[in-house]
């Protein structure tokens, strides 16, 4: 039996968000995914277009190497996410307000962005993540 649409995302969120595994986030790809952060600038450290699990987990990794010298957990008790199917039984959307710890004395970081997945066999063959590009050095 095929994973769900919330199977398929909660698997790609911890991966990543959670926990920033770049072995794992690719392993939620398909051999040829592709993941796209359309609004990023081309210039911008996060990557736009990754073509293929191996660039995936390689731009990633590097990725959230950078990130772990001062990036923040998302706080999940405040952060919420709600999930639209399609009529396409292969394509859903996630619609999320992740919502960051502010530092001590300052307010929380709210961030809200979409994401549109395509599935085949289970896996993401293709992830369009949509964000404000600001939040991402």
């Known amino acids: 039996m095929s994973p769900t649409p919330q199977e398929?995302?909660?698997?790609?969120?911890?991966?990543?968000?959670?926990?920033?595994?770049?072995?794992?986030?690719?392993?939620?790809?398909?051999?040829?995914g592709v993941f796209e952060a359309p609004l990023v600038p081309a210039d911008a450290a996060f990557p736009r277009r990754l073509v293929g699990r191996a660039e995936i987990r390689t731009a990633l990794a590097a990725y959230y190497e950078r990130q772990q010298q001062g990036g923040?957990?998302?706080?999940?008790?405040?952060?919420?996410?709600?999930?639209?199917?399609?009529?396409?039984?292969?394509?859903f959307i996630a619609e999320i307000d992740t919502v960051f710890d502010g530092p001590a004395g300052e307010d929380d970081i709210s961030v809200s962005l979409v994401q549109i997945f395509r599935v085949r066999d289970g896996k993401i063959a293709r992830l369009r993540d949509y964000f404000a590009p600001d939040l991402v050095s």
Do not use: Q
């Open 8 to 32: 398929i995302f909660e698997r790609y969120v911890y991966a990543g968000s959670m926990t920033h595994n770049a072995d794992a986030v690719a392993e939620t790809f398909t051999e040829d």
């Open 72 to 91: 923040r957990a998302p706080n999940l008790e405040k952060s919420g996410y709600v999930l639209h199917t399609t009529a396409d039984p292969d394509v």
